[in-house]
């Protein structure tokens, strides 16, 4: 008997319940964290680039690969040009929804974390300059694609992550 009155056994779904939810709040705090850090470190490359690279400028960095500063008003692939107010609002929803979502399985799979911190993190990122701009910097044009961004970069990332934690997860079943 422990001093609490219960056998060890007894304890043992207390101590698992503390470790689970110390676990949860590591798994939430490492998504948090690399949100943070896609957010800064897009928002800084973002004002490097409008202050150094005037707006439509090419600069070549390797082949196939230029630097070029544009704002795109629209989504991927400059859909919906124009409509930065209604795709500011959906994005605002698709994050809160995101969040829910990951919150909900930031334990099924380690990648989870990672790929919703990079989601989240590249969403809010292109956010911002949807609000404070009216249009997101892009600037980075690699061959035939619209020019996109670090926020782009991490967005793509962080789903394909994510999309690779439902396959393993699902495997486990």
Partial sequence: MSPHGRTPHEALPDVMARRMRREAGQRYLLMALIALAVIILDQVVKVIVRVTITRGEVIDVLPGIDFVHTINTGIAFSLFSGSTGLIAVLTLVAIGVIGIVLVAYAGQH??????GGLLLGGSI??????????????????GPWPPFNVADIAVTTGALLLVLALLFSAGDD
């Fill in 125 to 142: 990122g292109n956010l911002i300059d949807r609000i404070s701009r009216d249009g997101v910097t892009d600037f980075i044009a690699i």
């Fill in 110 to 115: 380690r990648l989870v974390p990672i790929g």
